[in-house]
Nanobody, 115 residues
Framework: QVQLVESGGGLVQPGGSLRLSCAAS????????MGWYRQAPGKQRELVAI???????NYADSVRGRFTISRDAVKNTLYLQMNSLKPDDTAVYYC?????????WGQGTQVTVSP
């Protein structure tokens, strides 16, 4: 059974940093495409960053240059390093793994950027 558990969210001031983690189990981490998504109140869920099994990455324009996605195959963990945070980054952040045609989601972790 695939399970994704996010952690690392919290309250941070504008300009601050946070590091999100997504611990994966029940799956072959190395062959999975994985990504971070976020959903702000009243808005649709949107892609933040993706990491393919081949090692390539891509980012939403709004976070490129500030966020970095990475994965640790030994720990079966996906990370999102978020720097220079802005109030517009406030959202629930979700981890997603894609295996074949099936998507698996974590429960989400809240990130709030506020003075």
């Amino acid at each position: 059974q695939v399970q994704l558990v996010e952690s690392g969210g919290g309250l941070v001031q504008p300009g601050g940093s946070l590091r999100l983690s997504c611990a994966a189990s029940g799956m072959r981490f190395s062959i999975s495409a994985m990504g971070w998504y976020r959903q702000a109140p009243g808005k649709q869920r949107e892609l933040v960053a993706i990491s393919t099994s081949g090692g390539s990455t891509n980012y939403a324009d709004s976070v490129r240059g500030r966020f970095t996605i990475s994965r640790d195959a030994v720990k079966n963990t996906l990370y999102l390093q978020m720097n220079s945070l802005k109030p517009d980054d406030t959202a629930v952040y979700y981890c997603k793994a894609t295996l074949g045609w099936v998507d698996y989601w974590g429960q989400g972790t809240q990130v709030t950027v506020s003075p």
